[in-house]
């Protein structure tokens, strides 16, 4: 059964410093996504992340993965206040499910940006 | 046009009531999703349809039933809720033929059951 699993959860950040949040999944997959979640409203897509090493950056966002590790890390640049939301990562089951595939979601990491 | 619109925005409902929750999108997409979503927690699926057809049923109460009445149209159908159905739903669609599996989600209807 595929897990996937956030950490940390609850992150609380001062302005301009840097971090790191981590995604490791449990068994094997090459497809990993990223999604906001503002309080209140909907998921937003942040980043799609298809292969072995795929490197994706938005902003202050960053979202690498290694299928190998089973990890993406989504790595936040010099925070800023508008950062402030939950960030979910999420994995596609394997190529082999057919029309059963659907994604797991990790726990989501919840976001602070403090001034 | 990457929009999927869901109403409506907010739905409080008696235990005895029947509501319909609509989505709609107009990207083509030939997968359509409904999940539920608590506070604090991930969205947790209930079901997909792929081309119309009911592909996936993650043992959801029969109180909840979805319909797909075309390509870009889902519904799902409220009778005899709980009040802990009490939730976000999201409605979400995505392409299904190849590799690209990005799902979009709508803006949620949230629900409140009295």
């Known amino acids: 059964e595929l897990k996937v699993e956030q950490n940390p959860l609850f992150l609380s950040m001062q302005e301009g410093k840097n971090y790191t949040i981590y995604c490791n999944y449990s068994?094997?997959?090459?497809?990993l996504y990223w999604y906001r979640q503002d309080p209140g409203k909907s998921l937003e897509s942040l980043f799609v992340?298809?292969?072995n090493g795929a490197v994706k950056q938005e902003g202050r966002l960053m979202a690498s993965l290694d299928t190998k590790a089973r990890l993406s890390t989504l790595h936040i640049t010099a925070a800023v206040h508008d950062l402030s939301a939950t960030y979910f990562c999420a994995v596609d089951m394997l190529p082999n499910a057919g029309n059963n595939r659907k994604l797991i979601w990790g726990l989501g990491t919840s976001l602070a940006v403090n001034p | 046009d990457t929009e999927v619109t869901q109403t409506p925005k907010h739905l409080v409902m008696g235990m005895t009531n029947k509501k319909s929750l609509k989505c709609e999108q107009h990207?083509?997409?030939?997968?359509m999703y409904w999940y539920k979503q608590k506070a604090k927690k991930p969205p947790e699926l209930m079901f997909v349809?792929?081309?119309?057809?009911?592909?996936i049923n993650e043992s959801v109460p029969s109180r909840f039933s979805p319909e797909c009445p075309n390509s870009s149209l889902l519904n799902l159908h409220l009778h005899a809720l709980q009040p802990e159905d009490s939730a976000l739903y999201l409605c979400?669609?995505?392409?299904?033929?190849?590799?690209?599996?990005?799902?979009?989600f709508g803006p949620g209807t949230r629900l409140t059951v009295t």
């Open positions: 979400a669609s995505s392409q299904v033929v190849g590799t690209y599996y990005e799902q979009y």
């Open positions: 068994t094997t997959s090459d497809r």
């Open positions: 990207m083509g997409h030939r997968a």
């Open positions: 992340l298809l292969s």
């Open positions: 349809y792929s081309y119309e057809k009911l592909s």
